[in-house]
């Protein structure tokens, strides 16, 4: 397969109830897709300002894509895979930054 550029774009959905991550090519199209609803986790967010959506971009030589989420400590982690563990990017969300507290 050849280099393509892959996207993870990080936003809130519009009424604040949890955080979407997509991937897209590099003709737009949606390869792996998350939503972490905020109820899940014990949390909420804070005020009515959306936070500012993350963009990071990675270019690879991959058969396959998975966008793996875990919980730490006041934080979540969005990690895409290519090929089954190669790790290709890593973005952090932490609760601060995004304005979010326990429920």
């Given at each position: 397969?050849?280099?393509?550029?892959?996207?993870?774009?990080?936003?809130?959905?519009?009424?604040?109830?949890?955080?979407?991550?997509?991937?897209?090519?590099?003709?737009?199209?949606?390869?792996?897709?998350?939503?972490?609803?905020?109820?899940?986790?014990?949390?909420?967010?804070?005020?009515?300002?959306?936070?500012?959506?993350?963009?990071?971009?990675?270019?690879?030589?991959v058969t396959t894509l998975n966008l793996d989420v875990a919980r730490d400590d006041g934080s979540f982690q969005l990690r895409l895979l290519g090929d089954g563990s190669r790790e290709l990017l890593t973005e952090r969300v932490g609760d601060d930054e995004w304005r979010l507290s326990a429920e």
């Open positions: 397969m050849p280099m393509e550029t892959y996207t993870l774009v990080i936003t809130e959905d519009d009424d604040r109830s949890g955080l979407m991550g997509d991937v897209y090519t590099d003709d737009g199209t949606i390869a792996e897709s998350v939503f972490l609803d905020y109820d899940d986790y014990g949390l909420r967010a804070d005020g009515d300002a959306d936070p500012d959506e993350r963009r990071r971009e990675t270019t690879a030589d």
